[in-house]
């Protein structure tokens, strides 16, 4: 840390980690970047890391996880929230009529796996876990119920109350399947509401589309559950407004519909997965209970979340790999065990179970939206870097160039990642972000 602050070129080091924006595992870049006039080939101007601080330019991780870097994360959950909220009251290339289309907020859960402890809240109490009187004994001599009141932050709560008949084949195996049964959802969805309105699927394409954002959350057992915004458009999408008998009402029995019949089939086990019985319905209002800017953030808080709250790691796990020895949770730990025991399976291995072990089966996209719902994570992005490369040119940083005159030749290596221990320290005073815990103690 001294030897960084006493170095000579610590001012462009501390403007490099500044425009990480106090990102905690930075990318380190080597490479030069040269303009040239196209008509004449002559050299315009060059950028090149030989002058960078260590030879190297640092440039944000922007992975989505908290876990692995709240700065990054956050960016990615702000633009979630924009992305979401955009297609709810309009904006970022979305007309602000689309605040009137019926919309719903829709969960999706996933079937039981066996008992679990629970927290449950009534009135503002806290309610015993599972109370039951006259509770069964489990064939591995376990009493089926819990007096417990927990606390939120209680390590049992996700665990079964017996280990040894909780289903973790099922579980990891809803994980895998969910994205087939999210799809077969959306179809399944698109007939019904059709079928109520005495149509077909291509007569209603003619009237009436149906767009949504979904983002997929883990629950403590290990199993994900999904929550989406569906909308009724016009043909159009959403630069036309729906007819009159495209409510809301509507739409909510087609999702009903489709939630309870849908399923997907695991062949090689011939297992057949559904839903959860517990489906929420609600639908979005602009001065209700449930605002555009509650569903936005609520959605956005999960996009950056992974399975971590089940107690597993953030990186893949190896074949190789000794479970006993790794520092997560014993539920976690038999999630774990059983996709590597399922993923060994020639029929099963389309799944990639070993692949997505840490991710306990679940191996789709957290967050995905239709094609017409709203703007783009990418069109965000390059808005951002748009509006950065302007300042840089206004402040005189970077060459103001026509460019259909001139050719962009850029070449960048890998050089490594991260910060030391010292320069962690110094990246945290300078942007204000809190380095990670060390021991169970907050630096």
Request: glycine share 0%; charged share 40%; aromatic share 8%.
């Given at each position: 840390m001294i030897s960084r602050l006493h170095d000579p070129n610590y001012d462009r080091w501390a403007c490099q980690i500044k425009r990480t924006g106090g990102c905690r595992q930075p990318i380190h870049l080597r490479g030069k970047v040269e303009h040239y006039d196209r008509a004449t080939g002559q050299l315009l101007h060059r950028y090149s890391t030989i002058h960078e601080p260590d030879g190297v330019l640092r440039v944000p991780c922007?992975?989505?996880?908290?876990s692995r870097c709240?700065?990054?994360a956050e960016v990615y959950r702000a633009d979630t929230y924009q992305l979401i909220r955009a297609g709810l009251v309009g904006g970022k290339g979305v007309p602000e009529t689309v605040s009137a289309h019926p919309c719903l907020f829709v969960t999706l859960t996933a079937p039981s796996f066996g008992a679990v402890h629970v927290r449950r809240e009534k009135n503002g109490k806290v309610l015993p876990c599972r109370a039951r009187r006259d509770a069964e004994t489990c064939p591995h001599g376990h009493v089926m119920s819990c007096t417990a009141?927990?606390?939120a932050d209680d390590p049992r709560l996700g665990e079964p109350l017996c280990p040894?008949?909780?289903d973790y084949d099922g579980s990891v195996l809803f994980n895998?399947?969910?994205p087939e049964l999210w799809r077969r959802f959306t179809l399944a969805l698109r007939r019904r509401f059709a079928k109520l309105n005495g149509l077909t699927v291509k007569a209603m394409?003619?009237?009436v589309s149906i767009a949504f954002a979904k983002v997929a959350e883990y629950q403590r057992r290990g199993v994900v559950h999904f929550h989406a915004v569906i909308r009724l458009d016009g043909p159009d999408g959403p630069d036309s407004p729906p007819p009159v008998w495209a409510t809301a009402d509507a739409l909510a029995q087609a999702v009903d519909h489709a939630a309870s019949v849908v399923t997907a089939e695991i062949k090689p086990l011939s297992r057949t997965f559904r839903w959860g019985t517990q489906l929420d319905v609600r639908r979005i209002t602009m001065d209700g209970d449930l605002t555009e800017q509650a569903v936005a953030a609520y959605i956005a808080?999960?996009?950056t979340k992974a399975a971590e709250c089940v107690g597993t790691l953030d990186r893949r796990i190896q074949p190789l790999d000794d479970l006993a020895t790794l520092p997560i949770r014993e539920h976690a730990?038999?999630?774990i065990a059983a996709c590597m025991r399922l993923g060994s399976d020639p029929g099963l291995t389309d799944l990639r179970l070993i692949h997505w072990a840490h991710m306990l089966g679940f191996r789709g996209h957290f967050s995905t939206k239709s094609r017409h719902y709203s703007t783009t994570l990418g069109d965000l992005r390059a808005a951002r870097e748009e509006h950065m490369r302007t300042e840089e040119i206004t402040t005189g940083r970077l060459p103001l160039f026509d460019e259909d005159t001139v050719l962009v030749v850029a070449h960048w290596q890998y050089a490594g990642r991260g910060l030391s221990l010292g320069e962690q320290f110094l990246a945290a005073a300078l942007t204000g972000v809190r380095l990670p815990s060390v021991g169970g103690a907050p630096q």
């Open positions: 922007k992975t989505r996880r908290a709240p700065a990054c009141r927990h606390s040894d008949c909780y895998a399947i969910s394409r003619e009237h808080k999960y996009a730990r038999r999630l």
